[in-house]
Each structure stands twice: as C-alpha cells, then as structure tokens.
C-alpha cells in the first residue's frame, strides 16, 4: 500500500510518464502473505530490498528487519566516537 510506481510511457509523445498511485496486489503465496503479516504485526518492518523490472512485471524482493535495542545503540555510538577519537589522534602524529 502507499506506494508510488513511475511507469514510462508507451507513446511516441514521451513528455510524462504514468504514475499509479492505486493499490497494488501483491503476488505472493499464502505461506508468505501470512509471514508478512504476522511479522508487521510483532511490530517488526517489512522493507524492499531489491526492484527488478526486466519485463512487464515488476518484481520486489522484501525483507523483514527488527529495530535495534537501547543497548545496542549505547554500544554503536561508543563505537563511533573511539574510531573520530582514533582518528584524530593518528593525524596529529
């Protein structure tokens, strides 16, 4: 849903392009609609990883991610700052 497709246009007059903002099926099987569903509803994201549109169809590969905990954002960001301060440290040598 809400997505926003840019398709170009067949005619010899190529000024615009067609932009579909309609609801758009998903293909996908049963086993998968249902993992999807069960994922967003954990609370976890479903995010397009991949377009492939090498014929009249458009192909999208989904993964499904889980956000970081408060912890591993603490431990990123020491991470971070060490490597600026190692940095900074090797330029003044």
């Known amino acids: 849903?809400?997505?926003?497709?840019?398709l170009p246009?067949?005619?010899s007059?190529?000024?615009d392009s067609l932009t579909s903002n309609n609801p758009i099926k998903l293909?996908?099987?049963?086993?998968d609609?249902?993992?999807i569903q069960s994922a967003k509803n954990s609370g976890r994201t479903v995010v397009?990883?991949?377009?492939?549109?090498?014929?009249?169809?458009i192909k999208?590969?989904?993964?499904?991610g889980k956000g970081k905990k408060e912890f591993d954002k603490r431990q990123a960001k020491k991470k971070r700052e060490f490597d600026?301060?190692?940095?900074?440290?090797?330029?003044?040598?």
Request: hydrophobic letters at 35%; a positive charge.
């Open 84 to 93: 600026i301060q190692s940095k900074r440290s090797l330029k003044e040598l």
């Open 1 to 6: 849903m809400n997505a926003k497709i840019t």
């Open 27 to 31: 293909l996908a099987t049963k086993k």
């Open 60 to 64: 999208l590969r989904a993964s499904i």
């Open 9 to 11: 246009k067949v005619s």
């Open 13 to 15: 007059d190529k000024k």
């Open 33 to 35: 609609i249902k993992d």
């Open 48 to 57: 397009p990883t991949d377009v492939i549109n090498n014929s009249r169809y």
